[in-house]
């Protein structure tokens, strides 16, 4: 065996073994952790699901107590009072004597699970869970029930941590560990408690991956160091091929005067006749260092996207030695290239250049997404009258980082292609090289990084002022324009109206067509609320079924004749939706109305949230009168400050004598009203 093959052989067995058997020990840990682990999280999720069946039961046996101790005239009443909630569904009182049963509205189907015990054999499933209790005459029993649906499975699941299922059958879930809860006293359910069992099969696989790579690691570092022991006359060999191929910076030590030391110092010999080649290749290197420094800092400091461009444009100039050169962005409106960014335009003069796709050199380059250098007499194409005359030029098409496609364009463009970065007429030689091809390729995916940056941020600025679903401003905005116009209004001595709108009944959208269908009515809500208010109006989405208008400049009067608009365009147009399970010829038309709330400023409220909670107020008496209308919210007792803003005479409660602003209400909250 040689000196290479054991060396080889000795690294392996010192790196492999120890890794090999970590890998086992760790996979082995591991699913017997994750076992244990899984096994003490069903026993916490066993008992807590027979406390909380246990605590439910409780609630339903005083209950039906309650109703058991009512007189008998009073039993159904009491009944029907106590159940409807989100935990009694039903009551059932049954005569002993006659065996009629007595059973409130939209009670659950019998089979009911007895919360004393199940029976020897009971039905396969119930409808409900229910305990009783005995008439204190001893004639008849009451019951009271929860009904046993998704809402009682999803609250023992939040009890339990862990997903429970009632009557469960078959076969266990595939990567779950379950565990089945007979029936007992106190707890007649037959329940399944599952978790998720872990899947170790990433692990193994990671494990397996690992010793893997640490194998080829392994086997790389032992070639090498064999390699590095027994040939050292290589380095020698593989200098003069680097120094072949270009590479001027390979120093060889000499160690002796063998034919070693001769190619050495012949090789030295050669590296120092292009000593001034390397110093100025290093001084080159050195300023584009520098240049890509400022780059750097600029790209993370601004949003400024002309100053980055810029910037960008000014460092490959320097760093190529370029005359001049421009950089344009691809107008996705127009379809054509704007300039951004000018240097060393002819004249001294920052000229904005315009090229349509596809024309001249700059716009096709852009239309085919491929850099071109060369010169213009030689290799064209000619430069479209608004470039720069040049003699010699460089042009790369500025893309989105790794190539990814932006949306689509009418125009005939790589979907990937944002403009273009173009140098023209290289100082000190005739034309550009591949070099400068390589260098400019790298500012241009600089600046391709810029434009997305900056695009990035703007539209994360525009979605966050904005509601996703309808496209009107949201409550963020809100909160900022009701400041900012409270405050003009306060300054100019105007008045400043603000509409609360809410739909009516929207929960029936919801439950009878699908919270899709609920979705369009909202989106055409909001068009038509945009295609009645002013420019100078700003509309909002303040959440749910819940919009706002803020009318600056206008009065109560000019708000009431909006609100009559408003409801009058919501109402005469029905909506066309498509209802849940419908395919593309299930439209139908519903009919929407809405009811609307008036507060003006400063008849109402002197402060942004005060005006709003004088709109909602409003829009609760709007509610109140029948819905499909509008109410004014009442002057409350305001406090004035006498310098800043006066009351305007003539405040009154309006006819209707609705409920002033600021006075007792029921909780905020108007969603499928």
Known sequence: MTLRARLTAGFLAVVLGPVLLGAIFVGTTVGAVSRDRADRQLDLAASATQSAVASLCQQLRTTAEAVALQPADRRAAAAAELTGGDLVAAVRIVESGTGQALMTTGSPPLPWADCAGPPEEGPGRYGAIAARAVLPDQTGEVWAAARLDAALVERLTAA????VSVDPGGASPDGRR????????????????SVPDTDLQDLYALLTGVVGLAGALAVLA???LARSTTRPLDELAQAADRVAEGDLSVRVPVRAGDEAGRLADAFNRMAHRTQSYVLALTASRDQLRRHLAVLGDTLSSTHDLDRILQVILQTAVTATSARSGAVLLLDQDSGTLVGHATAGAPGGAEVAVTVPLGDGLLGSVAAAGQARR???SRDGPAPHPAEPACRTYVVVPISAPGGLAVHAA???APPAVRGVLALYDRLGADEFDDTDLVTLRTFAGQAGVAVDNVRTHEEAQRLSLTDPLTGLWNYRYLKESMRREVERASRFHHTLAVLALDLDRFKSVN???GHPAGDTVLVEFARRIRSEIREVDLAFRQGGEEFVVLLPETDARGATVLA????AVVRDQPMVIAPRGAGTDGSVPIRVTTSIGIAVYPDHALTPPALLDAADDALYAAKAGGRDTYRVATAGPVPVAAAELPVRAGARIPADDLPQAGGARAPRQTRGR
């Not at 339990?160 to 997903?163: I, K, P, V």
């Not at 379950?178 to 408690?193: F, I, M, S």
């Not at 009559?564 to 409801?567: E, K, S, W």
């Open 410 to 412: 009418p125009w005939p």
């Open 222 to 224: 032992a070639w090498r």
């Open 160 to 163: 339990a941590g862990a997903t």
């Open 374 to 376: 060369g010169r213009v």
């Open 178 to 193: 379950v565990r089945r809860l007979d029936p007992t006293e106190g707890q007649p359910l037959r329940l399944a408690l």
């Open 564 to 567: 009559q608009r408003l409801g």
């Open 511 to 513: 439950d009878g067509y």
